[in-house]
């Protein structure tokens, strides 16, 4: 079993910065996939961005690409999401997760592993 712990999230203006973390313990000896989801009031969860824990390639979602960063430390067993330019549609409560497979997907289905979420508010 994997457990997974976001930190990071908070308040923050139009064209801010943050960046989220998610430490993972437990078995996590395998080179499963990562991602990061997030899920606004009242909307479905829809992913942001994804990494290969091995090779460290990443793929964005459109609204994100160019102003998200998605990175990991394979020492610390941490992924982190670098968020700038900041709109407030961006507020939304942000989850990691750990794949079933090495190969990452945008399926939120394709995940076994959830933290338990951190909220990020954007003000306009």
């Known amino acids: 079993q994997v457990q997974l712990v976001e930190s990071g999230g908070g308040l923050v203006q139009a064209g801010g910065s943050l960046r989220l973390s998610c430490a993972a313990s437990?078995?996590?000896?395998?080179?499963?996939?990562m991602a990061w989801f997030r899920q606004a009031l009242g909307k479905e969860r829809e992913f942001v961005a994804h990494?290969?824990?091995?090779?460290?390639?990443?793929n964005y979602a459109d609204s994100v690409r160019g102003r998200f960063t998605i990175s990991r430390d394979n020492a610390k067993n941490t992924m982190y999401l670098q968020m700038n330019s900041l709109k407030p549609d961006d507020t939304a409560v942000y989850y990691c997760?750990?794949?079933?497979?090495?190969?990452?997907?945008?399926?939120?289905?394709?995940?076994?592993?959830w933290g338990q979420g951190t909220q990020v508010t954007v003000s306009s």
């Open positions: 997760a750990r794949s079933k497979f090495s190969i990452p997907t945008t399926r939120g289905a394709d995940f076994s592993s």
């Open positions: 990494i290969n824990w091995s090779s460290g390639n990443s």
């Open positions: 437990g078995r996590t000896s395998s080179d499963s996939a």
